[in-house]
């Protein structure tokens, strides 16, 4: 259906203007004036403006709008007015148009998560639990437990970028420090090497072949390395680290964990939890087995097992699911394995570190070894 915009009197008397969703212009003055609006203006809007394409907002967005819409409901506003505030103090200039396209649908009589789900900027697991919580009169609690789940995972996310900050920068400062003496220094150093005419030593031959192939095809390195960096963040792909394979393996774990205790939490069955859940992990298929083997009448520890999660994982979800609290055992091994992540991202940084310096000293140690060792030849010559 089209929107219209309209201008007009609440009634209180104050001047109001939106947006509403609706069959056609009588249509959409029906329902204002239903709402207690007296209407002065209604036009269609502009179709440039509803068929904008919104792109999926960040975690810190979905934060924020999660905890800003239970605080208003909570304080007693109704839903369209705490939208309605929402659209007008927002800044961020992806997230306003946002906050327009669901005021003006739930202006419209959609339901909440319904106008969620349309606006294509939230993610699904947010607007299912919406409508769970519409649907049982928790939607502050819901809207709670979702931004408590999103602030996990983007402090999961930040922890993982901390922790490799300075070993990156480490090495982009080792291998700018090498490239620069190999592109600059050498080459100049090495003219003085050609009137000797004696064998170098096997270090110095080396450093001036490494120099000169980096002179002839060190352009051509960066351009390749820079088009497989863009294809990589077209194609939203990410390079994996052997050693941090145990760490993503842990991470990706209990976010699905703590994700499918929020879903159950929220009324959402187990088996489409699964397969909301498994969105989170980079092996999203185990999950979707486990989800059919559940749906074939499996028990959930059991399905567990069977798509090789670690023996302590699937105890404690079978304590929980046999004692009627599976949602708290996967609450406990979300606890559990971020702990395990984070003790490793520290242990890993933390070696890293003088891995990294010793590389940068070897790298330069052996460029001065491999320059001085000649000179020190020539100058026993001249003896």
């Known amino acids: 259906m089209p929107y219209f915009n309209y201008s007009g009197y609440d009634a209180k008397g104050k001047n109001t203007k939106g947006t509403i969703e609706a069959g056609s212009s009588m249509q959409a003055v029906d329902r204002l004036t239903e709402r207690g609006i007296v209407v002065v203006d209604v036009k269609q809007a502009e179709e440039k403006k509803t068929r904008a394409k919104i792109k999926l907002l960040p975690l810190e967005s979905h934060i924020f709008f999660c905890r800003s819409v239970a605080s208003y409901l909570k304080s007693g506003l109704p839903l369209a007015d705490s939208l309605r505030i929402m659209s007008k103090q927002v800044q961020d200039r992806n997230m306003k148009p ?3 396209k669901i005021l ?6 959609r339901k909440f998560h319904t ?4 606006s294509g900027a939230f993610r699904e697991s947010l607007w ?3 409508e769970s919580g519409e649907q049982s009169g928790t939607l502050v609690d819901v809207l709670n437990e979702a931004a408590d789940e999103f602030k996990l995972e983007d402090d999961l996310r ?3 970028r901390g922790a490799m900050t300075y070993p990156i920068v480490m090495l982009v400062v080792g291998v700018g420090v090498v490239s620069f003496m190999l592109t600059y220094v050498v080459p100049k150093i090495s003219e003085l090497f050609e009137d000797m005419n004696q064998t170098l030593p096997l270090p110095t031959r080396i450093l001036i072949g490494a120099s000169d192939f980096l002179g002839n095809y060190g352009l051509y390195i960066v351009l390749a390395l820079l088009l497989f960096f863009m294809y990589m963040r077209y194609k939203k792909k990410t390079i994996n680290m052997p050693f941090m394979r145990g760490i993503r393996d842990q991470l990706s774990l209990a976010l699905v964990m703590s994700h499918l205790s929020t879903l159950l939490k929220s009324g959402i069955p187990l088996v489409q939890a699964l397969k909301m859940a498994s969105s989170m992990d980079t092996d999203g298929k185990r999950w979707l087995e486990a989800a059919d083997m559940v749906k074939a009448g499996h028990r959930f520890d059991k399905a567990l097992e069977k798509i090789g999660m670690p023996e302590a994982t699937v105890a404690v979800v079978r304590v929980g699911e046999m004692g009627g609290d599976l949602s708290g055992s996967l609450t406990n091994v979300s606890i559990q394995c971020r702990e395990t992540a984070q003790s490793r991202m520290e242990k890993l940084s933390t070696l890293m570190e003088p891995m990294l310096v010793l590389f940068l000293g070897f790298s330069v140690g052996f460029i001065v070894l491999a320059i001085l060792t000649p000179v020190f030849d020539l100058a ?3 003896k």
């Open 98 to 100: 946002v906050m327009e």
């Open 104 to 109: 003006a649908e739930v202006e419209g009589g």
């Open 115 to 118: 106008a969620l789900a349309e």
């Open 128 to 130: 299912r639990v919406a």
């Open 158 to 160: 930040r922890k993982i």
């Open 380 to 382: 026993g010559i001249v």
